[in-house]
């Protein structure tokens, strides 16, 4: 298995609240159910407000290299990607377990 590990960081002066930032994170809640490699999927937004923390956070998991390769090409995850490039940025980790 591999985990798919992504933390998002809001660009300084964007908001949660704001609608694009919302339409966003509803494209990733409900992307694990749209591409089929994921067998593991939840996300959520961040409930601290230290100031090293990010913002969103997804903790996925596919069963394999080949797996997680069609998730990141899947053109649902790709839509949802293109939305977050407009006002954040983001770390990932991606390791076998």
Known sequence: MIRHLVLFKLDE???RDEPRVAAAAAAFMKLGGQVPEVEFW???WNITDRPIAYDFA???AVPDRDALQRYLDHP???AA???WREFATWVIADYEF
Do not use: L, P, T
Request: with cysteine; aromatic share 0%.
């Open 13 to 15: 002066g964007v908001s």
């Open 42 to 44: 939840e996300c959520a």
């Open 58 to 60: 997804i903790n996925s």
């Open 76 to 78: 649902d995850h790709q």
């Open 81 to 83: 990607v293109a939305q």
